[in-house]
């Protein structure tokens, strides 16, 4: 690249743009790395400086346009000061990026988060995005480091007296969350003010409500009251499976074999965001053999009205049962149902963690334990069994329809 003495009267004889069409820099034979860049497609004259860092790395940095500067002298002045900078390993680049994380707001930091982890499963976007639209909503706006300790003693308070305590918990979960993710790129963050809660959190009892043995024929009953076939096949699901709303909700046609009698989720459909695959017990199969004999020939298993095309917040058909019955459940609390009669079959507890996709945990033995699938069908079935007895439900012959007893 060419060199000159950055005087005025040898800019001025600079041309730009540049015959070649490209830019071209004009190194200064005074200042070693103070430049002059003369632009391909424009008249744009602007002054850099250009330096190796101490971990050799290259950085080039704009001095300023030449009108911007009365002398050369002004721009060659500031270009060494940014030159020594460089020597001592101070980026410009770098220094404004971390002035821009400095500033960047809740929200930003939350969509930086997303956006990073793509691999996120929707409903835990959706979660973290409504407990800073919602829940935080105040602080949405605010940089995140404006945050202080006072703030959070004070909104967990505020989140737990407007919305409930596990609300407030996940509230100050999600700000721990994005706060140790800005802190990943802003070293000058420090710890989260959330480490002030330390035993502040609020204690949320785990939820027991299920489906009791001796409610089960009733509540079965009340479910096939249900105004049409799909919510009643829908909850039998639920029930029989142990999957999880999302999971059964969103069922595909295409997840289902009915050669080999197996439910087949994909890795991005499941919480544990691994394949699982769940054998059909007779009742199961049974079930989805007559869904499919309706004739339906669309996607989804449980397909409805909705701007997804399948069942969504079952809300309503819980709601319908319990004016039938009396029963007051959710769809997890049928998982937790269908938990509890496994246990009462005194399945083993590697089994039971299998048939509803539970992790087995860091369990060394758990790792050289593997059930196949025979053994999980088996266990399936024993479920099944009890389940059917308890809900006073009497099978034909295998592979046939199954009916209530009543």
Avoid at 249 to 268: C, S
Avoid at 275 to 285: A, E, G, N, T, W
Wanted: aromatic share 6%; net charge positive; glycine share 6%.
């Amino acid at each position: 690249m060419p060199t000159l003495k950055l005087t005025r009267a040898a800019i001025e004889k600079v041309k730009a743009p540049d015959p070649s069409g490209k830019q071209v820099i004009h190194w200064d034979n005074e200042l070693r790395g103070f430049g002059l860049l003369a632009s391909g497609k424009t008249d744009a004259k602007t002054y850099i400086a250009q330096r190796r860092l101490p971990d050799g790395r290259t950085r080039r940095v704009t001095v300023g346009a030449v009108a911007e500067f009365a002398r050369p002298e002004d721009a060659r002045r500031k270009a060494g000061e940014l030159i020594q900078g460089l020597r001592e390993g101070k980026d410009p680049r770098e220094e404004r990026r971390r002035a821009a994380a400095r500033e960047r707001t809740l929200r930003a930091w939350l969509d930086a988060y997303l956006a990073t982890n793509r691999e996120l499963r929707p409903a835990s976007r959706s979660m973290y995005t409504h407990a800073v639209e919602m829940w935080l909503e105040a602080w949405a706006d605010r940089p995140l480091r404006s945050i202080t300790r006072d703030d959070v003693e004070r909104k967990i308070a505020e989140v737990a007296r407007d919305h409930g305590k596990a609300a407030a918990n996940f509230a100050m979960v999600t700000l721990r969350l994005l706060w140790r993710f800005a802190a990943d790129r802003d070293d000058t963050l420090g710890r989260p003010p959330t480490a002030v809660l330390k035993r502040a959190w609020f204690a949320i009892p785990r939820r027991t409500r299920h489906v009791s043995a001796d409610n089960l024929a009733r509540f079965l009953a009340a479910v096939e009251k249900l105004p049409g076939r799909t919510h009643q096949d829908f909850v039998k699901i639920l029930l029989f499976t142990g999957l999880r709303r999302s999971e059964a909700a969103a069922l595909r046609w295409e997840e289902v074999d009915f050669g080999l009698r197996v439910i087949r989720l994909p890795a991005g459909r499941t919480k544990s965001n691994r394949r699982f695959d769940l054998p059909m017990s007779s009742y199961v199969r049974d079930l989805l053999v007559a869904r499919r004999g309706l004739g339906d020939d669309g996607v989804w298993v449980f397909g409805a009205d909705s701007k997804s095309g399948h069942i969504e917040e079952p809300a309503s058909v819980f709601e319908a049962i319990e004016r039938l019955c009396g029963i007051r459940v959710s769809a997890h609390d049928l998982r937790r149902t269908f938990v509890t009669i496994a246990e009462s079959c005194d399945l083993s507890w590697l089994a039971m963690k299998i048939l509803v996709d539970h992790a087995t945990g860091a369990d060394v033995t758990a790792g050289y334990a593997q059930l196949s699938q025979a053994r999980v069908r088996s266990a399936a079935e024993v479920v099944c069994r009890k389940l059917m007895s308890l809900c006073e439900i009497i099978a034909a012959n295998e592979g046939e329809n199954v009916t209530r007893v009543g």
